[in-house]
């Protein structure tokens, strides 16, 4: 999944600097300001957008010698624009951004004769009736302005022309993307493949890092509490501390001043899965797959980049899924729509990695 995110983020910079490629004097090693659209990225990499932007924080503060990304923050990618006075060629003669929008964008045409009789949405209705409708990239479009163009001069050029009544602007929440700066040094990063396997595994190590000291955290946090609930209680009398608050504090101290060396977390480790119950592991999983791949036929729409469910490409994307399913974990393509499998959340009892790892022996 890490490295089906950072592919999707190669083909992301391969389509804008083709995009750009015509545009004389612009310097080949100019960093590229793309936009990662939100909704398309979770469903090729079938993760939380939580994990897409950790995934990048970490590769933003990766101590190489030179940054190979920046994280600008959010943006609305996709525009779509009505002319209302005149038709867009007509609008270029004066204006650059209109230029711009006719490189980068597809014009919309609306057929009217299915349009009759049917509820239209208010931009539908604009769009039947304009001189012209756009649908463009922001990001590509400020590309196309000039060398030091923004996203942000685009949506002020945009403004301006809404305002004095040239257009309508149309921005839907559905194409929110990550605005994100690869800087000279990231693209030879994410274009070279060795480089690139690398990096990812460096990554994938950190993050890992990251999520088991989290999970560390946690049962440490409910060995305290386990721990003070079952000290007897005796009400604390002339202002004295009680006897469970002095527990607590104990512990507490001794999570700060030993990291946790000190408390014994074994016993907040689930139980190992049962090698006894591995066959009916198996009919789960088989019953899993079939259904999960039923749900996930109309989704791997994401092209070349994305993560293929049963493929033997990305068996440990396939394995994590199953496993996630088998604890009651929903995933970001699969929602809600197993819910009420009969395997799904069955094997919680026991614990995460001796289930996957379960898994992981039956689909060698």
Request: proline fraction near 3%; aromatic fraction near 8%; charge should be negative.
């Amino acid at each position: 999944q890490v490295s089906a995110l950072f592919r999707k983020l190669r083909g992301v910079v391969d389509k804008y600097q083709e995009s750009l490629k015509d545009i004389e004097g612009r310097p080949l090693d100019a960093p590229v300001c793309v936009a990662l659209l939100v909704e398309e990225t979770i469903r090729t990499v079938d993760a939380k957008v939580e994990t897409i932007e950790t995934l990048l924080s970490l590769a933003e503060q990766h101590s190489l010698s030179e940054p190979i990304l920046r994280i600008e923050g959010t943006l609305t990618d996709i525009a779509t624009i009505m002319l209302k006075k005149r038709s867009l060629k007509k609008l270029s003669e004066s204006e650059q951004i209109a230029n711009c929008i006719l490189k980068v964008g597809t014009q919309i045409y609306v057929d009217e004769e299915k349009c009759d009789g049917v509820q239209d949405t208010k931009s539908d209705s604009m769009m039947k009736y304009s001189f012209d409708s756009y649908c463009f990239s922001i990001t590509e479009c400020a590309g196309h302005l000039g060398p030091m163009a923004e996203p942000r001069h685009v949506f002020a050029a945009l403004r301006r022309l809404e305002t004095s009544g040239e257009l309508e602007l149309v921005l839907k929440p559905a194409d929110r993307a990550l605005h994100l700066v690869i800087e000279p040094s990231g693209q030879t990063l994410i274009k070279t493949n060795h480089l690139l396997d690398s990096f990812i595994e460096t990554l994938w190590s950190t993050f890992a890092g990251h999520v088991r000291e989290s999970a560390r955290k946690v049962k440490c946090i409910h060995k305290v509490l386990e721990e003070v609930s079952s000290v007897p209680y005796i009400p604390a009398t002339g202002g004295a501390k009680s006897n469970r608050l002095l527990k607590f504090q104990e512990l507490t101290a001794q999570e700060l001043e030993d990291g946790g060396s000190g408390i014994d977390l074994t016993s907040t480790v689930p139980y190992k899965f049962p090698d006894s119950a591995t066959k009916e592991l198996f009919y789960d999983t088989e019953n899993l797959k079939a259904a999960t791949s039923s749900l996930q036929g109309h989704i791997d729409s994401s092209g070349e980049h994305g993560v293929i469910f049963g493929d033997n490409r990305f068996q440990d994307y396939t394995v994590l899924t199953l496993t996630k399913l088998c604890h009651g974990i929903e995933t970001k393509r699969v929602g809600k729509a197993l819910s009420n499998h009969a395997a799904f959340g069955k094997w919680k009892d026991f614990d995460f990695p001796s289930t996957y790892k379960a898994i992981y022996n039956l689909e060698k």
